[in-house]
């Protein structure tokens, strides 16, 4: 049984590859470990494994029963330890260790059936940061039945656990009243000021990469670029049945 070590650099590619590659064990057969002499030994314990959930870079920083966010950074010259994923997963790319992702979003729903065990170290030289959202809960059957309304295009991402809205608002644009019947996370990707502004009138302000506002199920709101430049901004979603 072999477990897959990565590179932050190639996360993305580890992460769209993952269902292939998994074995009958539910353990990644991707490539051998490579020795990497600029990353401490002791940082990452090879022999341990953990769920998502505990590892100790996956930042959990919000909760709504079996929905999680978490916030994932490695610093330069760390590595996690060896993790399973085990639901399905919606990621926000913020940096890659390299520089800015760009606001990359992908989805992995096989996770729940093909579990899938990795390593991730960062060789820098910056920060590599993820915000993803985890959904543990049972799958929705008909894709399209709780779509939001106040948001006319298509998402980017859409699957019976998660949805996602990627959306670019110039200087003192705005998206209209949007109501969703799910929980959604508000993910500021690129630099900017944004307000998150609810039905009554509270505001929540992002103002950097990586920046993010929680709205529960059945909430109405809507985002403004309050900036001087174009801003992006992720409108995540977990579905939940009613």
């Known amino acids: ?144 039945s709780d779509r939001p309304t106040g948001l006319t295009d298509d998402p980017q991402i859409e699957n019976a656990w998660l949805r996602a809205y990627s959306i670019t608002l110039e200087p003192g644009k705005n998206t209209e009243m949007q109501t969703h019947q799910n929980p959604s996370l508000i993910v500021q990707v690129g630099e900017g000021l944004v307000h998150v502004t609810r039905e009554d009138g509270l505001t929540t302000e992002l103002n950097s990469m990586g920046s993010w506002a929680w709205r529960n199920a059945r909430s109405t709101y809507q985002v403004r670029n309050v900036g001087t430049t174009p801003v992006k901004i992720v409108i995540n979603e977990a579905r939940r049945a009613k």
């Open 1 to 144: 049984m072999r477990i897959a070590k990565v590179s932050a650099q190639a996360a993305i590619l580890v992460t769209l590859l993952a269902p292939a590659l998994s074995g009958s064990q539910g353990v990644s057969a991707s490539a051998e470990p490579q020795k990497n002499p600029s990353i401490n030994s002791t940082i990452g314990d090879p022999n341990r494994i953990v769920k998502i959930l505990q590892e100790p870079r996956h930042r959990l920083v919000h909760r709504d029963g079996d929905i999680y966010v978490l916030d994932i950074q490695i610093n330069p010259g760390d590595m996690t330890l060896q993790h399973t994923h085990d639901a399905a997963i919606l990621y926000n790319f913020i940096s890659s260790g390299t520089g800015p992702a760009g606001g990359r979003v992908t989805s992995n729903t096989e996770y729940v059936t093909k579990n899938f065990t990795h390593q991730v170290s960062n060789e820098g030289p910056g920060l590599f940061r993820i915000i993803a959202l985890t959904n543990y809960g049972p799958p929705i059957a008909d894709p399209k």
